[in-house]
């Protein structure tokens, strides 16, 4: 390689390594909020910065811990909602069809790509 192949390939690396820092120190950590609505209508709104547990109508346990909230209980026969993983990012959501209750992601951070439709 020449001397301006190797000038090229370590400005290349260069930027990449400044990208790489800057989206990793200078994102938005702001960890989000959640609603939960039940049948339509708002129940509540919750960070995800505080730990908290809370008690939808007495029929769904929906725990915020670590940035994440989780559905620990319902009284649902499916328990669909439970089995549902953790949700911390932007337009992820846990819903309970029976008891009607939905908990959603309204900020935070950007949600990872699920797939790609033509």
């Given at each position: ?6 000038i090229?390939v370590g ?10 820092l800057a ?5 938005d950590?702001?960890?989000?909020m959640?609603t939960?609505t039940?049948?339509g209508?708002e129940?509540?709104?919750y960070s995800l ?10 029929t ?10 989780d559905?620990?209980?319902?009284n649902?026969p ?19 069809l029976?008891?009607k209750?939905v908990v959603?992601?309204?900020s935070?951070?950007?949600a990872d ?6």
């Amino acid at each position: 390689m020449k001397k301006n192949d190797w000038i090229l390939v370590g400005s290349v690396l260069l930027i990449a390594g400044i990208w790489f820092l800057a989206r990793m120190f200078l994102s938005d950590t702001h960890s989000g909020m959640v609603t939960v609505t039940v049948n339509g209508e708002e129940f509540g709104t919750y960070s995800l910065e505080k730990e908290q547990t809370i008690d939808i109508h007495g029929t769904n346990q929906l725990v915020i811990q670590d940035g994440c909230a989780d559905m620990v209980s319902a009284n649902c026969p499916d328990q669909i909602c439970v089995h549902q993983h953790a949700i911390s990012r932007r337009g992820e959501s846990i819903v309970c069809l029976p008891n009607k209750v939905v908990v959603t992601v309204d900020s935070g951070e950007e949600a990872d790509l699920d797939g790609v439709s033509n």
